[in-house]
């Protein structure tokens, strides 16, 4: 889907630039792209950039549903309850206008809040900044729907209630 938002220019570059060597894109209109049953919504003029201000490549752009296990480091004691991969790997992008992130976790944890946080490489640095204040989620229709100003790995997670006591 990527390519095919860049070749149509729905995704479009900036005067000069090149696929693999971009300061930005611009989405030309709201974009839709469909992860399996989790999904990434862009409003329309929101411009993508690479957070450390250097020259990206567009063609490295993934939108994918990691692999259950691939994902690690998050605190210890909290379950995994959805992922989802929008960015480049190891590269933190920021997007200009909040983008929608909405992650299938399940019917099971319908009206479930869960916490979100992002990290660039999925194995460390996972952290709440760029995704939009309160940096959770109630699960309604079996997704986790949140805002986010920053990529790449999403997760969402809960921290399951103690075991009550035996006596």
């Not at 999904?39 to 690479?50: F, G, H, Q």
């Not at 983008?99 to 299938?104: C, F, G, V």
Request: proline share 5%; hydrophobic share 40%; with cysteine.
């Amino acid at each position: 889907q990527i390519d095919e938002l860049l070749n149509e220019d729905t995704l479009a570059l900036p005067n000069g630039a090149t696929y693999q060597s971009t300061p930005s894109l611009q989405a030309a209109q709201n974009i839709s792209i469909n992860v399996g049953a989790s999904a990434v919504t862009l409003p329309a003029n929101t411009a993508i950039t690479a957070i450390n201000g250097q020259n990206f490549d567009a063609t490295a752009i993934i939108a994918s549903a990691p692999a259950s296990g691939t994902l690690s480091g998050l605190t210890a004691g909290t379950v995994m309850a959805g992922s989802l991969q929008w960015g480049i790997v190891n590269l933190g992008l920021q997007f200009s206008n909040p983008i929608t992130i909405s992650i299938n976790v399940g019917n099971s944890l319908n009206g479930q809040t869960l916490s979100i946080v992002r990290s660039t490489s999925g194995t460390s640095g996972w952290t709440a900044d760029g995704i939009v204040s309160p940096a959770t989620c109630v699960v309604s229709g079996g997704l986790c729907a949140f805002s986010a100003t920053k990529a790449s790995y999403y997760a969402a997670f809960y921290t399951p209630a103690p075991a009550p006591a035996g006596g």
